[in-house]
């Protein structure tokens, strides 16, 4: 069970400039992705919007990406369970959507869930991620997505 004052996993900070605005976020303890904070600390254009999820660039994409998108709830959710009636269906939708308009050969798309501690995320508020790998990264390397 993760404190309820924290929001973020400082320990899966990729980045100095995301772990920094992850202490911000720690002591001012307000999750980051919640509606009425997002803009405070989330510098990415909204690419769309719907009713259960908010489409984003990621702040700190992977390394290796050409696209990295965030599908972010609208409300806060820690886990599968708490998403609303009619929420995976729209993330069905903003995820095609996304591949039509980038017009994504390939790609991945991944979410964690549950406890920031032990998932691998840096925010435990639910977020999704649409990954796409770079064209000219070295060939011995892989786009990494942590769970764990």
Same mark, same amino acid.
């Given at each position: 069970?993760?404190?309820?004052?924290?929001?973020?996993?400082?320990?899966?900070?990729?980045?100095?400039?995301?772990?920094?605005?992850?202490?911000?976020?720690?002591?001012?303890?307000?999750?980051?992705?919640?509606?009425?904070?997002?803009?405070?600390?989330?510098?990415?254009?909204?690419?769309?919007?719907?009713?259960?999820?908010?489409?984003?660039?990621?702040?700190?994409?992977?390394?290796?990406?050409?696209?990295?998108?965030?599908?972010?709830?609208?409300?806060?959710?820690?886990?599968?369970?708490?998403?609303?009636?009619?929420?995976? +269906?729209?993330?069905?939708?903003?995820?095609?959507?996304?591949?039509?308009?980038?017009?994504?050969?390939?790609?991945?798309?991944?979410?964690?869930?549950? +406890?920031?501690?032990?998932?691998?995320?840096?925010?435990?508020?639910?977020?999704?991620?649409?990954?796409?790998?770079?064209?000219?990264?070295?060939?011995?390397?892989?786009?990494?997505?942590?769970?764990?």
């Amino acid at each position: 069970m993760r404190d309820k004052d924290k929001f973020v996993n400082l320990n899966n900070a990729r980045y100095d400039e995301q772990r920094q605005v992850m202490q911000n976020i720690e002591k001012n303890q307000e999750c980051p992705f919640c509606p009425e904070n997002l803009s405070k600390y989330h510098k990415k254009e909204i690419v769309k919007r719907g009713k259960f999820w908010v489409l984003t660039y990621n702040q700190w994409p992977y390394k290796y990406t050409d696209i990295h998108l965030l599908a972010i709830a609208t409300y806060h959710a820690e886990k599968l369970s708490e998403l609303k009636e009619g929420a995976f +269906d729209e993330l069905q939708e903003l995820m095609v959507w996304a591949e039509r308009k980038y017009n994504i050969v390939t790609g991945g798309f991944a979410m964690r869930f549950g +406890d920031v501690s032990s998932n691998g995320a840096t925010v435990d508020h639910l977020h999704a991620h649409l990954i796409v790998p770079s064209k000219d990264k070295p060939k011995d390397e892989k786009v990494r997505f942590k769970i764990s």
